[in-house]
């Protein structure tokens, strides 16, 4: 009785292998995705490396976030050209299942990595904008980096157990799969987590920004902004309406993030796990919810080329940096602008 159980649930897990599937599809559009996300994103990330490390002589707070975002972008970057070979060889993996599993985490943790840094600038930049003055003592390089070290330890705990969750198996004598979820025996425990990893990872984060952006334009359409920065004159109004420039150009590129690499590629993941969690399920919208998810999948990787434009659009001591030496920094003290 109980190998029947244990058929019968074997059975439900796996009842997207019982659908026949044509994907033959992204066999051509991760590749060429990919390989794109590979190029672009590796001379994006590479040149924002080089300006923040040997063209930036004061890392401020932003700068600090921004160097981890980075960071994180490359390190999942590296990892392009071995999925690359792997679809385009049409799902079979050549590589041992260790480095399977790493690379299953580097991908996620490269999501939420990216997810929490773009909600710590979120963060900042909201601060900045919305309580100019007492910024000045909330806000600092000291705790920015304390911030990035929490940042980084949520991510690696919370995202270890793919290190477990990830596996290979065998398709025929000479193929081998790579799993980007799991085992399917393993399926019912895996959705558990994944649910609780988008709540805590995605949403909750996804609504901060949200909440920050609404108020912080809220502000900035406030006739006068700036004023309670210390702005005087002529000086100061250019100031307040450059730094207003970069919060436009920061609200507009991570809302583009969000908008178009994570959320669609969290609620067709979502609705694709679902579907094969439930039972007698139709194998069509198996099939279209299964689709769905593998067409976001390169939005997702492509946050990896929007972050450094993120750094190079918003950031006018960036492209400054870019063309020219940094000065040595003055002793002017810190205003609201330079946040």
């Excluded at 100019?132 to 330890?153: D, E, G, Q």
């Excluded at 949403?203 to 005087?232: H, N």
């Amino acid at each position: 009785m109980a190998t029947f159980d244990n058929n019968m649930t074997n059975l439900n897990n796996v009842s997207a292998f019982y659908c026949k599937f044509q994907e033959d599809f992204k066999y051509i559009l991760l590749p060429v995705s990919y390989a794109l996300v590979f190029v672009i994103g590796l001379a994006l990330n590479a040149t924002a490396l080089y300006v923040i490390v040997f063209r930036t002589k004061r890392w401020k707070p932003s700068t600090i976030y921004m160097f981890n975002l980075t960071m994180c972008d490359s390190l999942y970057i590296l990892t392009l050209p071995f999925l690359i070979y792997y679809y385009a060889d049409e799902n079979d993996w050549p590589f041992s299942e260790p480095f399977c599993k790493l690379i299953r985490f580097l991908f996620y943790a490269n999501l939420y990595g990216s997810i929490l840094f773009l909600c710590c600038i979120s963060l900042h930049r909201f601060v900045g904008i919305c309580y100019p003055v007492r910024s000045l003592n909330w806000v600092s390089a000291r705790r920015a980096r304390l911030v990035s070290v929490a940042v980084w330890a949520c991510v690696l705990l919370c995202q270890a157990p793919i290190l477990y969750f990830s596996r290979t198996s065998g398709t025929t004598d000479t193929k081998q799969t790579c799993y980007d979820t799991t085992s399917p025996e393993l399926f019912d425990d895996f959705l558990v987590y994944s649910s609780v990893v988008s709540v805590l990872m995605f949403a909750l984060p996804f609504m901060v920004v949200m909440v920050c952006y609404g108020l912080m334009v809220r502000k900035l359409l406030e006739l006068g902004w700036g004023s309670e920065a210390g702005a005087e004159g002529e000086r100061g109004r250019l100031a307040a309406h450059q730094s207003k420039q970069k919060s436009v150009k920061m609200i507009i590129i991570v809302l583009a993030a969000f908008m178009l690499c994570f959320l669609p590629f969290h609620l067709t993941r979502s609705l694709y796990y679902s579907f094969r969690y439930l039972r007698q399920i139709s194998c069509n919208l198996l099939e279209a919810s299964s689709v769905a998810y593998k067409v976001t999948r390169p939005f997702a990787s492509a946050n990896s080329c929007l972050d450094p434009i993120l750094y190079f659009l918003a950031g006018r001591d960036a492209r400054s940096n870019l063309t020219k030496k940094s000065k040595p920094s003055s002793s002017k003290p810190i205003s609201t602008t330079q946040l």
